[in-house]
């Protein structure tokens, strides 16, 4: 390993990554992202991301980060490594959430890092999730100081799309 990437690995190592996308509808991220349309979305308070360290919106590029000129650039680790990604991705509009665990890479779990309740302010159930998910999602969550609400993805009946509407149990 070049002798550059030595402390970046390490620092990457010690990061704890949260992907996050402004588009809830998008038929293509529910097909990729959540077991063809039967996971969920978690539904967060944008504002209190904003509270974490580091916030950002990936950076769509359509060359690869350059890590030999990487000590004479103004660019950081994190704006090289953890905010860039392919252009072919742009429509995710994504945004990421990084914070530093101090844990070890080698012990699965050490990297795992608990937010303030009150950030989650919804679920999206896929459109086509069993009741029963549902179910267990919302008896996880029963016992919760803070409120939150239910939304379900419902396909659209004249095009390729979808619809969040609010869910009851």
């Not at 803070?146 to 659209?156: F, G």
Request: with cysteine; aromatic share 14%.
């Amino acid at each position: 390993m070049e002798p550059i990437l030595a402390p970046i690995k390490k620092t990457l190592n010690s990061l704890g990554v949260l992907c996050l996308s402004e588009k809830e509808k998008d038929i293509l991220m529910w097909s990729h992202y959540s077991d063809g349309h039967r996971g969920y979305c978690l539904e967060f308070d944008k504002a209190g991301l904003s509270k974490f360290d580091f916030c950002d919106s990936v950076k769509y590029r359509e060359t690869y980060p350059d890590v030999k000129n990487f000590e004479s650039s103004t660019d950081t680790v994190r704006d090289l490594f953890v905010l860039s990604k392919s252009n072919h991705w742009e429509y995710e509009k994504e945004w990421r959430v990084v914070v530093d665990t101090h844990g070890n890479p080698n012990t699965p779990g050490s990297r795992h890092y608990e937010y303030p309740e009150e950030l989650l302010t919804g679920i999206i159930f896929g459109c086509e999730m069993p009741q029963e998910d549902r179910k267990k999602i919302r008896d996880w969550l029963k016992y919760r100081k803070t409120p939150i609400k239910y939304y379900k993805a419902v396909k659209k009946d004249d095009e390729y799309g979808l619809d969040i509407k609010d869910f009851i149990f």
